[in-house]
């Protein structure tokens, strides 16, 4: 099967903009539109439109390397905004509206920096684990903004 898929395989399209190595990479649909978001080790975070087949945003609010990126559904479901969540070695996790090209949130409380997000599978998105060099993960209520729980006992990031 891994043979049919891979011989059947062709490259649709290339997206240029990022400076250094792309580090993370997540695709969703708002509003009948396909999207690419990607996050860099150029301390950026791009939004690509895939049937436009062009870059749309630039978000350059991380003073580190961007480690991870995510669309957020439970925004979208809940009030109707196009949002991506970043984290970095910033310690930082930033949240961006691409539709109107701003800034949303900041979540602090990391000490190290944070190499992965993940939005939760229930509750429609609204809690956000993040893990960090720190040698934490953190729980986070998107809907509130606040730490809900640190989970200690990782030896190593």
């Known amino acids: 099967m891994f043979e049919v898929f891979r011989s059947s395989s062709k490259l649709i399209n290339t997206f240029t903009g990022h400076t250094?190595?792309?580090?993370?990479?997540?695709?969703?649909?708002?509003?009948?539109?396909q999207f690419i978001c990607s996050g860099s080790n150029d301390d950026t975070v791009r939004v690509w439109d895939m049937d436009k087949?062009?870059?749309?945003?630039?978000?350059?609010?991380h003073s580190s390397f961007v480690?991870?990126?995510?669309?957020?559904?439970?925004?979208?479901?809940?009030?109707?905004q196009n949002v991506i969540c970043s984290s970095s070695f910033d310690r930082t996790i930033l949240f961006w509206d691409f539709?109107?090209?701003?800034?949303?949130?900041?979540?602090?409380?990391?000490?190290d920096g944070i190499n992965g997000i993940e939005f939760s599978p229930f509750n429609g998105g609204r809690y956000l684990c993040s893990g960090s060099f720190d040698k934490t993960i953190?729980?986070?209520?998107?809907?509130?903004?606040k730490s809900l729980h640190v989970f200690n006992g990782h030896e190593k990031a």
């Open 20 to 33: 250094n190595t792309v580090c993370s990479i997540d695709y969703s649909t708002f509003d009948d539109c």
């Open 53 to 61: 087949n062009k870059q749309i945003q630039s978000f350059n609010g």
């Open 67 to 80: 480690f991870c990126v995510k669309f957020s559904s439970y925004h979208y479901h809940n009030n109707h």
């Open 99 to 111: 539709k109107h090209n701003k800034q949303l949130r900041v979540f602090n409380g990391h000490t």
């Open 138 to 145: 953190r729980l986070w209520d998107v809907e509130t903004s």
